[in-house]
């Protein structure tokens, strides 16, 4: 059985979900503007684990319905 989350707790999670979005999105559009590649190399991977805490903070508030 899924333990259901105070209110508060809901909304910390959504406040998460906003800024880890807010953060892919600037990091996109940053992207074009690197020259050196590892500096892309280490954004694209920042992208990348931001998109998976994205998805699991939407679980997360979906379980919460």
Not at 3 to 17: D, F, G, I, S, W
Not at 25 to 34: G, H, I, S
Request: glycine share 0%.
């Amino acid at each position: 059985m899924a333990k259901q989350l105070a209110t508060h707790e809901m909304l910390e999670v959504h406040e998460l979900l906003t800024f880890k979005t807010s953060c892919v999105t600037k990091a996109v559009a940053m992207r074009e503007l690197v020259k050196d590649d590892k500096l892309r190399q280490i954004m694209d991977e920042d992208v990348q684990d931001s998109i998976k805490a994205i998805e699991d903070l939407r679980s997360i508030l979906e379980k919460q319905k």
